[in-house]
């Protein structure tokens, strides 16, 4: 269910899944207050969650670079290194074609990075 910005995802195994809040500045990487909210909210969509029991919580952080765009390229000023990153909320989906441009790139020498994709892209 996607509802109210919020993901619930049942599991196979009974389990759901509850995502997630988004914060740009933080202190601490691990998950914090923002969660019960989450929480309440996931509840009110669908109350038959109401006093389930929370078997984890888990917060990670989001490769995001300045724009949504991914960031792909040779590294600048360390050849040999490339950066393939910065996948965010797209990153799953366009994961196999970064991978198939970055091959070429670092395989074959063959360049066909999207122009907004490029690390000089970054600002
Ligand atoms: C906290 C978080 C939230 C995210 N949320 C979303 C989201 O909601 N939606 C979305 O679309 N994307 C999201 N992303 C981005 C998405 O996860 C990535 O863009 C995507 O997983 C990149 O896929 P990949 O195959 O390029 O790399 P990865 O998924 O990082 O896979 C690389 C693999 O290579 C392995 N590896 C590394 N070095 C070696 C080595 N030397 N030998 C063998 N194996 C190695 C690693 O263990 C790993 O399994 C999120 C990322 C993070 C961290």
Redesign the pocket.
């Known amino acids: 269910m996607f509802v109210d910005g919020l993901h619930i995802v049942p599991h196979a195994d009974g389990t759901v899944a509850i995502?997630?809040t988004s914060e740009a500045t933080w202190t601490d990487p691990g998950p914090d207050a923002a969660l019960e909210g989450l929480l309440a909210r996931a509840v009110k969509a669908v109350p038959a969650l109401a006093g389930a029991k929370v078997v984890s919580r888990w917060?990670?952080?989001?490769?995001r670079a300045s724009s949504r765009a991914?960031v792909l390229g040779a590294f600048p000023g360390q050849p040999g290194h490339y950066a393939?990153?910065?996948?965010?909320?797209?990153?799953?989906?366009?994961?196999p074609k970064?991978?198939e441009v970055m091959a070429d790139l670092v395989l074959d020498g063959r360049d066909s990075i999207p122009r907004d994709f490029r690390v000089e892209a970054l600002r």
């Open positions: 995502g997630s917060a990670g952080i989001r490769p991914p393939a990153n910065g996948g965010f909320k797209i990153g799953f989906g366009m994961a970064l991978a």
